[in-house]
């Protein structure tokens, strides 16, 4: 069955910030390498539009964690499905997250990850809702602040649908 989705943040908006944070990030990481690291699958549209507009030099790897069902409710459980294939060990890492809902995947991941032995380490989200926080997480960087909704699309999904919506929308369940 199809659900209804509303825009919540249209494409042009999504596209403008992004080059606005990839600004922000080739400033702040000016001269340096930055090693970006993507939460699949949620993360892959944000971090391939991020790093286009990135001017610094940079690579990128990939990691797969569950913490969901198919459903809207985190399981709470956390499990690293595909790790790393190269080490972070005296890398600028930046981590790069559709979202941070509960923070839990985040927060788990971030510990792990500040056990190997990176130079530095960051985190950039494309969204944020923080009335949801459950677990706390520092975030460098974040798109946009947004209400306590489920969304989909630049990446997000429902029951593994609507990643390829190029804006950011509702799902009216
Ligand atoms: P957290 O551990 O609760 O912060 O959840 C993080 C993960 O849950 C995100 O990386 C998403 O994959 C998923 N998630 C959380 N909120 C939403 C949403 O509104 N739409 C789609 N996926 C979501
Ligand atoms: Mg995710």
Redesign the pocket.
Known sequence: MAEKVSVLIPEEKVSARIRELAAEISEEYKGRHIHMIC?LK?GVYFMTELSKHVTESCSLDFMAIS??GDG?V?SGKIRIKKDLDESIEGKDVLVV??????????SYLMKDLAKRGPASLKLCTLLD?PE?RECEVKVDYVGFTIPD????GYG???QQKYRNLPYIGVVEL
Do not use: P
Not at 99 to 106: E, V
Not at 149 to 152: E, I, K
């Open positions: 939460v949620g913490s969901y809207t985190s997250e559709d979202i941070i809902d509960s923070g839990r995947t985040l809702k949801r909704a489920f969304v989909v997000l999904d429902y």
